[in-house]
């Protein structure tokens, strides 16, 4: 994927930023997008009609609304519902995995301090998106 658009949804700085460099080690043309959290992603995506992501990572938990509502908000939305969306978490508890499947996620990504752990994960899930995009 060329011009990736990536949409990373985590109220953690820290996070952000390490979400970045990994991407950018993986994906050097890749494009990443902030969003603090679930309220104003859904402002993003609903009010550019332009900003159309490839694929979304969500963090569980954050404030106004958490990874698992914005989840359910976007898989109801006939708008983004294709879009590819990961959980990406510090909570990777089977029953928050399972959840998060059932309700549309296409998979899960503990988050990892290490830069590398997360680049080996990002190679997988790019993979994966890939193979069903083209």
Do not use: W
């Amino acid at each position: 994927m060329q011009n990736l658009l990536v949409f990373l949804i985590d109220d953690d700085i820290d996070d952000q930023e390490i979400f970045e460099m990994a991407l950018k080690e993986v994906q050097p043309l890749a494009r990443c997008v902030f969003a603090g959290d679930g309220i104003f992603a859904l402002e993003k995506l609903r009010s550019d009609a332009s900003f159309l992501p490839n694929i979304i990572f969500i963090d569980i938990n954050m404030p106004r609304m958490n990874g698992i509502q914005f989840l359910s908000e976007i898989k109801r939305s006939s708008s983004f519902y294709h879009i590819p969306a990961f959980m990406y978490s510090t909570s990777a508890e089977d029953s928050i995995v399972k959840e998060c499947l059932k309700i549309g996620a296409s998979g899960f990504i503990k988050k990892d301090v290490y830069v590398d752990a997360l680049q080996n994960q990002l190679v997988q899930v790019l993979r994966q998106i890939n193979k069903y995009s083209g």
